[in-house]
């Protein structure tokens, strides 16, 4: 399949390529997306952490390590086994931290508009395989979120403007990890900004965000040019079930870290 046989949205994209059981990179101004056999395997965007800053800003990995698994593994798209097979990065959690930085990014990506994906067959992410998810599931998660996130705060200006602390508002007890976002607020920096600097995925980010918006500490300093999920339409989904176990796991396992 070549990019003249895509569709206009990357969502009706990546369900043709699913149905294909396509392999290659579909790509869009947001994010890129990953896929084996119709399968997603990784997804980057711009608006997300990379793996990479997850785990060496986290600690999970120290930044020598990191970049020793990248000039040695990346060129054969392996670096995750080889993060693994180092002693640096147990198989289990590589698979949590792939999968919280995929649905972060797919999130973002999803929310592609202008012009038409372009799909590449055959491109392999530089990490190597680590675990397929299926689009369907891909999606609902990121309508999940976006609904999570419109009813904490309906407004999507937080998603991509540049944010400022509402003066003389009373902050308040607030959670360590709200008051460590609020911190770095300062006009300036956007959430996927935040979120790089505190080395943590944007959507859990965005959800705080959001929750210091409603409560009147936080505001957008200009209108961003669309809504993050400007590519995922209302309507229901195809009616087939998530891998909810999956998605399930995965928080929990997360919230536990």
Do not use: N
Request: aromatic share 4%; proline share 7%; net charge neutral.
């Amino acid at each position: 399949m070549t990019s003249t046989h895509l569709a206009a949205t990357v969502l009706d994209s990546l369900a043709l390529l699913a149905a294909d059981r396509a392999t290659g990179a579909l790509s869009s101004e947001r994010g890129t997306f990953f896929l084996s056999a119709g399968g997603v395997t990784h997804v980057d965007s711009p608006l997300s952490p990379d793996l990479g800053v997850l785990l060496t800003g986290s600690g999970v990995v120290d930044a020598l390590g990191w970049h020793e698994a990248l000039e040695e593994a990346g060129a054969d798209r392996r670096v995750g086994r080889q993060l693994v097979d180092s002693g640096r990065l147990t198989a289990g959690a590589l698979e949590l931290c792939h999968l919280g930085a995929l649905f972060d990014a797919a999130y973002f990506a999803l929310g592609a508009v202008g012009r038409p994906p372009r799909f590449r067959p055959g491109a392999a992410h530089w990490l190597g395989a680590v675990r397929s998810v299926a689009v369907d599931t891909v999606v609902r998660e990121s309508r999940r979120r976006r609904d999570r996130l419109q009813l904490i705060w309906p407004e999507p200006d937080l998603d991509s403007a540049p944010l400022v602390r509402v003066p003389d508002a009373a902050t308040g007890a607030l959670p360590v990890r709200r008051r460590r976002i609020l911190a770095q607020v300062d006009g300036v920096r956007t959430a996927a900004e935040i979120a790089a600097t505190l080395a943590c995925r944007t959507y859990p980010t965005l959800v705080e965000l959001r929750r210091l918006a409603a409560d009147g500490l936080v505001t957008a300093t200009s209108r961003p040019t669309g809504p993050a999920l400007a590519g995922l339409p209302p309507q229901a989904a195809p009616q087939q079930e998530p891998d909810t176990a999956l998605l399930r796991r995965l928080r929990d396992a997360l919230e536990a870290l």
